[in-house]
């Protein structure tokens, strides 16, 4: 769910809730004498947008706060849906780097899930329901229009640059609304003098 679907707004926080019907495993242990860098390796959640929304590089992804909440933005993977969940959302476990990535109109969010020696990071369980928060500039253009959606990916870090793809999901795009406007002539022959009448009512920017 958005903060705010005013076209072409810089802050948009937005509110991601999912639940994987397979777990997303902790990142293969690097062999024995040899070190890889927690960020080369991390397993992944990879969020995708419709075309002309853009990450920051850092997304600002903090932790989402635990509710009750039981709706899932984007459920299950390889065409099954996984709609039972373990309790209410759970934040994602800490620690963890969100990285936006863009190359001209496309971009996209992806959270690390850094391993560390808790043995609690660096995964995500199965049918427990998830929501993390991420922030994104509109674009300029409503892409409901264009039948856009939204993808969620789920990769486990195999090694260095090498990962497996879990889960593939889409979501519909929530639509962009500006202000209402039209423009009124007061003749439409060639070469006529005119007046036009512009009208328009401006929307109230979120709080």
């Known amino acids: 769910s958005p903060s705010s679907t005013l076209p072409w707004h810089p802050r948009n926080r937005l509110?991601?809730?999912?639940?994987?019907?397979?777990?997303?495993?902790?990142?293969?242990?690097?062999?024995?004498g040899?070190?890889?860098?927690p960020r080369d390796r991390?397993?992944?959640?990879?969020?995708?947008p419709p075309e002309g929304f853009i990450f920051?590089?850092?997304?600002?992804?903090?932790?989402?706060?635990?509710?009750?909440?039981t709706e899932p933005f984007a459920v299950g993977g390889h065409g099954t849906a996984a709609v039972t969940?373990?309790?209410?959302?759970k934040p994602l476990p800490p620690p963890f780097a969100c990285v936006g990535t863009t190359a001209g109109s496309r971009s996209n969010a992806t959270v690390l899930l850094l391993p560390t020696d808790d043995p609690h990071s660096g995964f995500l369980v199965q049918d427990q329901l998830y929501g993390a928060q991420f922030v994104v500039h509109n674009p300029l253009y409503d892409p409901v229009a264009r039948g856009a959606s939204w993808r969620l990916l789920s990769q486990w870090?195999?090694?260095?640059?090498?990962?497996?793809?879990?889960?593939?999901?889409?979501?519909?795009a929530f639509p962009l609304v500006g202000m209402r406007a039209s423009v009124s002539p007061a003749s439409e022959?060639?070469?006529?003098f005119n007046s036009i009448t512009v009208?328009?009512?401006?929307?109230?920017?979120?709080?």
């Open 157 to 172: 870090g195999e090694s260095p640059g090498s990962f497996v793809t879990l889960h593939d999901e889409q979501a519909e």
């Open 34 to 37: 040899v070190e890889w860098r």
């Open 56 to 69: 920051p590089a850092q997304c600002e992804a903090p932790r989402a706060a635990e509710d009750d909440s």
């Open 199 to 207: 009208s328009f009512q401006p929307r109230t920017l979120p709080a």
């Open 189 to 192: 022959l060639r070469a006529a």
């Open 15 to 32: 509110d991601v809730t999912f639940v994987l019907s397979m777990a997303l495993p902790r990142s293969a242990a690097p062999p024995i």
């Open 85 to 89: 969940t373990a309790g209410g959302r």
């Open 42 to 48: 991390a397993s992944r959640l990879v969020l995708v």
